[in-house]
DNA sequence: TGCCTGCTTAACAATTTGATAATATTATAA
DNA sequence: TTATAATATTATCAAATTGTTAAGCAGGCA
């Protein structure tokens, strides 16, 4: 059961779709395309994306006209939604913010600079929502110190608590023991090797479901 | 709704500037805006705005400073200011915490969580409206010192008063033994490790309610 | 001055947490 | 299948954190 965000892109050109696929699909992104505004809208409504990347010139429906279309639909008001523009136009910018477009990427398109865009929206999407993190029936308020479970609050420690939010913060993502040691424990301290599989295992226990994948010889990844 | 509420925006990037007015404009809030920190100043004086958004990279006058100016004037010890961040510097989040911003507002926008976050902000003080905060069977008035619970009146030491008050101005979320020292105590004084709880103890006892949680290691939140 | 009140602190008790050791279990490659 | 490495489980203990109580101290006030 992948949990990999999807994201569609629409463009004309079939190079540029070409290449952010190619892209996106590297960062583990799963991918889906659109060729003209219509596509798009019709994409999206198939595939219910977590984020949209629009070009602003394309034939028939543009981008902008687009993001309108789709922003009145209750599906689509949290989307998040990148506009494409060429370097020139500035109005275009601002006439697309206000439209409730989410960021920019200007072209020519730089594949280091977009895949960083792109991670950064979603890093900051999660932790928007009020520092809500929801993943199914499981809610992560990280102000609220509190893990919600189909509607029942869970105490966990401190320890845990910051090990299933790291986890949950990436869903998917497998996480080395290296990292979530220095991600919880940070660099300095130094604890002993059983360490972690016993908060794992407290959390499992707590939360009763099997949303902790091990990965045997690497780490911890999160799903449901 | 008698009058508009009035809100200033203070940034030097006029793109963005422009972005924020539109759409909270389109909420129907009377905005005014100022490029620097100076300006920001001298527009909060002319027009007692409800809010002040303050960008905290500004040239001349920081965000910080204006905050931190504007609180030490009595017209604005009350009015809501909320801070605009790279997403990038985390110190300084907690830095302007302690300076008495209201709220965070991270960079790139997201208009939408924009508006929901002042709306949010503008529904919280509300409440207080009188400076009375209700929660179930508590009310709490900030301007007679007075805390009532059932109907009897319950006499709180100043200070017992206002970390409840504190920690009720935001229900369920936790708030760090440390933001509760910078927020009551002030970043200049310093007091022992014991002095919060025994603050929390003389609070609950007075109350005879578990109204106020523990989270060990993290800090203390109100609920009910 | 002497009393009261509120705030802080010290000292100790109670509690919770997190790390580890010891052991069992599982997955994987040979 | 078996050997082996990696992880799961469990119990235990030290350390960290908070709760409680009482005492000290400063300021306000009659």
Redesign the interface.
Known sequence: MSTAKKILIADDEPDILEIIQFNLQQEGYEVITAKSGDDAIEQAKRHLPDLIILDVMMPGKNGIEVCNILRNMPSF??TLIVFLTAMSDEGT??QG??T?A??YLNKPIRPKVLVSKIN??FR??E??DNGIITLGEIAIDR????VRHHGKDITL??KEFELLALLASRPGKVFLRNEILNQIWGTEVIVGDRTIDVHIRKIRQKLNLDCITTVKGVGYKFEL
């Not at 102000?143 to 509190?146: A, G, M, Q, R, V």
């Open positions: 008001k949290k910018q601002i913010l206000e409730g989410d960021d950064s929206l900051r999407f932790k928007e102000e609220k110190y509190l420690a401190r």
